[in-house]
T-cell receptor, first 111, second 111 residues
């Protein structure tokens, strides 16, 4: 199984601040996904990145896949309380049979 | 949202008893997965299915078995529940390995 490490594990910021969450591995992934999970619910897919160096934007969220397809980042601009949640990255293993999940970053945005 | 349900949503059971969790989908997706989510471990794959009667083990499969006799149903059985199997269990579906869609989860407590 390929491993993914997320950092930071916990992040508490004020509304309006910017933040970046990182997802790193020593392994190459075929694609990488970011999910957001709220308490008591299942993770919800935010984005998939496939090509090395790819950047995708979803409103105030910017996702980047590393050139070597071993790492990814999620940047949130002007965070809002509604962004609070657990952010999970997941990589599609090169064997093509499963996803490997990072442990997640718990984000709290205070009003 | 993908049509995916899990039952029961909550269950308390005693050590040593068998438990079966059900995942039902209305999307006709090929792949179905069972994960467990625990603090400090993120989402870990238990078993997955890539078609009717086609299943394979994930990283934490010991003590669990699965069955898929119809496209829409994927059952997870804890053969003899232990306290270490207290967790939140998520089912996911996908047509491709990546971009998985998750159910609402089942909170299982083994006393």
């Amino acid at each position: 199984t390929q491993l993914l490490e997320q950092s930071p594990q916990f992040l508490s910021i004020q509304e309006g601040e910017n933040l970046t969450v990182y997802c790193n591995s020593s392994s190459v992934f075929s694609s990488l996904q970011w999910y957001r999970q709220e308490p008591g619910e299942g993770p919800v897919l935010l984005v998939t990145v496939v090509t090395g160096g790819e950047v995708k934007k979803l409103k105030r969220l910017t996702f980047q896949f590393g050139d070597a397809r071993k790492d990814s980042s999620l940047h949130i601009t002007a965070a809002q309380p509604g962004d609070t949640g657990l952010y999970l990255c997941a990589g599609e293993e090169t064997s093509g049979s499963r996803l490997t999940f990072g442990e997640g970053t718990q984000l709290t945005v205070n009003p | 949202d993908a049509g995916i349900t899990q039952s029961p949503r909550h269950k308390v059971t005693e050590t040593g008893t068998p438990v079966t969790l059900r995942c039902h989908q209305t999307e006709n997706h090929r792949y179905m997965y069972w994960y467990r989510q625990d603090p400090g471990h993120g989402l870990r794959l238990i078993h997955y299915s890539y078609g009717v009667k086609d299943t394979d083990k994930g990283e934490v499969s010991d003590g669990y078995s699965v069955s898929r006799s119809k496209t829409e149903d994927f059952l997870l059985t804890l053969e003899s529940a232990t306290s270490s199997q207290t967790s939140v269990y998520f089912c996911a579906i996908s047509e491709m390995v990546f971009e998985q869609y998750f159910g609402p989860g089942t909170r299982l407590t083994v006393t």
